[in-house]
Structures are given as structure tokens and as C-alpha cells.
């Protein structure tokens, strides 16, 4: 299995110090958090499909911006340009690279997200004290789905599942992050990156 597929791609119940009920957030609601949410960086944990976990550093930049950095080994995923670079530690060889158009990530990073896009929410409803929206491409459903998992009051993002077109779901929780900080384009450059660890 690829990185490609291990990242894009059982889903891990988010465990909070928060009540145990609350009411589910509107769409509305969540699509203005998402669109009002610029940047972001801090840390990550992975549940990979396998059930391996990994951690890191994450780094957001919407739209169409992410990078993965983590921290067992020298992996880096990218997200820039349009195009996603999944860089192994362990190799000496170039990124493999895929459209972001392609993967359920992109439903997050877009410009404008608009949840009241015909067929786009597949579910929306809450998971004890979360809120949860599952999203598709409707134009492309073959290409997988993300389930973005929200608490309120304030409406934040705390993790998504991500799963890919062979049904496999990678689980990302997000740790306390910091938002409308400065995050310098470079690390979103899969060209510069690719040149710098080939001088490297």
C-alpha cells in the first residue's frame, strides 16, 4: 500500500474533556468556520488503515495548502500547486505525486467551501459531543469521502477520516492548533523541496 493511499485514505473516536451531549452544528455554521480559517500549524496523531500511528507537525494554508511533516522518520507530504508530493524518508528517489483534485483533502482546502453543494454532504449529524459532516466530490464520488469531525462553542476542527476510492480510512486528530499565523509559502513549494533534498 502506498503512502499515497495510507494518508488519503478504522476510525478512531476522538476523546475530549467536553460534555457529553451538545446539539449538532449547522452547516452554515461550519462552512464560515472553514472559509474564515486561513491558517493553521501544530500537531498531529495518525491512525493509519493498518492501525499504525504516527505523529507531527502539520502546517495549513488554505486553499489548496498542506504539509505533513513527520516525525519518526524524514516523510513529508505536501499539498501545493495543485498537486500532492509524498516524500518517503527512507528512499533516495523522487516524490510520488497526484492531483489534488483527486483526494478527499481537497474538499477541505478548497477557496470557497460550500456545503450546500448539491450532493456533496453525504452525512451530517453528531457523535456524542462531536459534530460530524461527510463530504464527497458529486461530480467525482469514485474519489472518496472525508469526515470532518467538529466541536462547538467555539466551532473547531478536530480531526477528519479520510477515505480513499479502495475503501481504505486513515484517521487524523489534530492536537491544540494555532490559527492566523504567519506561514511562509516555501513549505508548500514541492519544486523547491525536491531540489533542496536532491543537494542534500
Known amino acids: 500500500m502506498t503512502m499515497f493511499r495510507i494518508l ?7 476523546a475530549m474533556t467536553i460534555p457529553a451531549a451538545a446539539d449538532v452544528i449547522p452547516l452554515s455554521e461550519i462552512s464560515r468556520y472553514l472559509n474564515d480559517l486561513r491558517t493553521a500549524r501544530g500537531e498531529f496523531t495518525q491512525i ?6 504516527a505523529t507531527g507537525g502539520i502546517f495549513i494554508h488554505r486553499p489548496g495548502r498542506i504539509r505533513f ?6 516523510t513529508l507530504v505536501i499539498a501545493g500547486g495543485g498537486q500532492v508530493a509524498i516524500f518517503d524518508g527512507k528512499s533516495n528517489t523522487g516524490p ?11 474538499l477541505l482546502l478548497e477557496r470557497n467551501v460550500d456545503l ?7 452525512g451530517h449529524g453528531e457523535e456524542g459531543p462531536a459534530t460530524t459532516v461527510t463530504l464527497q466530490d458529486p461530480e467525482n464520488p469514485e ?14 476542527l478536530r480531526q477528519w477520516v479520510t477515505t480513499n476510492d479502495g475503501g481504505g480510512a486513515t484517521t487524523v486528530i489534530l492536537g491544540d492548533m494555532e490559527t492566523d499565523v504567519r506561514i511562509g509559502s516555501r ?5 523547491l523541496e525536491v531540489e533542496s533534498r536532491s543537494d542534500g
Not at 493509519?48 to 500511528?53: L, T, V
Not at 511533516?69 to 524524514?74: K, N, R
Not at 450546500?116 to 453525504?122: D, L, S, T, W
Open 96 to 106: 510520488e505525486q497526484y492531483p489534488l483534485a483527486r483526494t478527499p483533502l481537497n
Open 69 to 74: 511533516e513527520y516525525s519518526a522518520d524524514e
Open 116 to 122: 450546500g453543494r448539491a450532493n456533496m454532504v453525504v
Open 187 to 191: 513549505l508548500f513549494n514541492i519544486p
Open 143 to 156: 474519489y472518496g469521502s472525508i469526515k470532518l469531525v467538529f466541536t462547538a462553542e467555539p466551532t473547531q
Open 8 to 14: 488519503f485514505a478504522p476510525v478512531m473516536t476522538l
Open 48 to 53: 493509519n488503515d493498518d492501525g499504525s500511528i
